[in-house]
């Protein structure tokens, strides 16, 4: 069975430095991989995802997060962070695609704190 | 929240109670999914349509039942309501094959 591990399950940064939120997980199969973001009191939102293709992946707000194969890792960074950013953040792989359908495994989460 | 509709917002259940869980979508989307969430956990599949008439279970089916009799509704069934089901409950929407999933806002229930 799939799994995925997010390592940290708190983040601290100050504003202006650099977010790094790690996510491992296992497949045997190549998987489809996604980051997902959650404010308070709200259902989740994209921000990037990867599917076949260029390893480092671009999504909204400034993140992006690459695919390494031999390390099974695909870790969400961000150059610098903004009070905004401050929120949950899940790593994301899908289990087994059944006529077209995500069946999506999700770590635990990070939450993320910005300090001014 | 992308055409996505759930209610309630909030509920609270005695055990043994049962309830429905709606949602609706605007989108006219085939692909539908309902996740719980546990407190400082990920999300966890439940159940899921590819179109209507056509469900299938997730990670975590047990004590819960769904219907697809049209596009828009995939309402979640809790039968008898134990306080292992406490927990906020998603519904998402996707386009077509390989989409991205959009979420609801949520439904949160605590079972006492």
Known sequence: AQSVTQ????????????????????S????????????????????????????????????????????????????????????????????????????????????????? | NAGVTQTPKFRILKIGQSMTLQCTQ???HNYMYWYRQDPGMGLKLIYYSVGAGITDKGEVPNGYNVSRSTTEDFPLRLELAAPSQTSVYFCAIQQGPYNEQFFGPGTRLTVL
Request: proline share 4%.
């Open chain 1, 28 to 116: 045997s199969v190549p998987p489809y991989l996604f980051w997902y973001v959650q404010y308070p009191n709200q259902g989740l939102q994209l921000l990037l995802k990867y599917t076949t293709g260029a390893t480092l992946v671009k999504g909204i707000n400034g993140f992006e997060a690459e695919f390494k194969k031999s390390e099974t890792s695909f870790h969400l960074t961000k150059p610098s962070a903004h009070m905004s950013d401050a929120a949950e953040y899940f790593c994301a792989v899908d289990h087994a695609q059944i006529q077209g359908a995500q069946k999506l495994v999700f770590g635990q989460g990070t939450r993320l704190t910005i300090n001014p």
């Open chain 2, 26 to 28: 605007d989108m006219n």
């Open chain 1, 7 to 26: 390592l940290g399950s708190h983040v601290s940064v100050s504003e202006g430095a650099l977010v790094l939120l790690r996510c491992n997980y296992s």
